[in-house]
């Protein structure tokens, strides 16, 4: 069962009467508090809170079963320790908020396998993280965060690494030991190399580090068997290694708006010509659009 609720005046006393209830939608009720009543409806699964103004001061009780937690665009600055009453969480969303602070509870969430904090505050990675070994999606776009910890080597199951929008300025070696990595996000940050190691990532499909501070191709790329999706645009790249428009799987491929040498600005065009006529989609000037716009 599902129930979608579109106004607090609408908000049911009690739940109890929803015994079957798996899903409750919540957004857009100007809730400034979680209902305390929910953990009564034990087979509830999915609670969706985006759009209110909840702060967490006040987090309920938790619940022994849900699984996905949203809390999207309300007024959170601090995740408290409280959500460890979330045992069973897989999915938490913190997309849109002010979060500065994140409670070491975070951790006892041992079943997560996918967390949000999309354009938030945080200065650091909150350590929590590294702590929680299931985890497959970790999406930091859009905060202020300047390292990475070798603690990320823990991340043994993550697949989808969303790290740009931030002011990293390098990544620890310890990158390269995340056998499930198949998507690195690393666009707009501080960047002017990548670790060697990144070259042990033989599962990485999509490498984005487009607005950074490369001067040249990072040598990790050409190690990449199953590279599908490379951007490397707005950087300070003036030479290029002709082997990169060799690579058999490359589906999409950016350069568009680095500061080529003469000699190689006009071979481009011809190793491009090489990718194109394989299906390749590349682009090279600033006319032409970059992989895929940044969310």
Not at 26 to 51: D, G, M, V, W
């Amino acid at each position: 069962m599902t129930l979608r609720i579109a106004s607090p005046d609408r908000l049911p006393r009690t739940y109890r009467a929803l015994p079957a209830l798996e899903k409750l939608d919540l957004s857009y009720c100007a809730l400034t508090e979680i209902p305390q009543r929910l953990h009564h409806n034990k087979k509830l699964r999915s609670l969706l809170l985006n759009h209110n103004a909840l702060t967490l001061r006040q987090l309920f009780r938790g619940h022994p079963s849900l699984q996905q937690l949203e809390l999207r665009s309300n007024k959170i600055q601090t995740v408290p320790e409280g959500i460890a009453g979330f045992p069973a969480l897989k999915r938490l969303i913190f997309t849109n908020n002010e979060i500065t602070q994140v409670s070491p509870a975070l951790a006892q969430l041992q079943q997560l396998t996918e967390v949000a904090f999309y354009n938030n505050r945080l200065t650091e990675v909150p350590e929590a993280l590294y702590q929680i070994g299931t985890l497959r999606e970790i999406d930091l776009y859009y905060n202020q965060i300047e390292r990475l910890s070798p603690l990320v080597a823990n991340w043994t199951h993550v697949e989808v690494l969303y790290l740009s929008h931030n002011k990293f300025f390098s990544l620890p070696h310890e990158i390269g030991s995340l056998p499930q990595l198949k998507e690195l996000y690393l666009s707009n940050n501080r960047l002017s190399e990548l670790p060697p190691t990144l070259a042990q990532l033989t599962t990485l499909k999509v490498l984005r580090v487009n607005n950074n501070y490369l001067n040249e191709v990072p040598a990790p790329v050409f190690e990449l068997p199953f590279l599908e999706n490379l951007d490397i645009s707005r950087n300070k790249i003036t030479e290029v290694d002709e082997r990169l428009f060799g690579k058999q799987n490359l589906k999409i491929l950016a350069l568009v708006g680095n500061e080529w040498d003469v000699m190689v600005r006009d071979r481009l065009p011809g190793w491009a010509e090489r990718l194109r006529k394989k299906g390749t989609i590349v682009h090279l000037n600033t006319f032409e659009d970059s992989v895929e716009a940044d969310r």
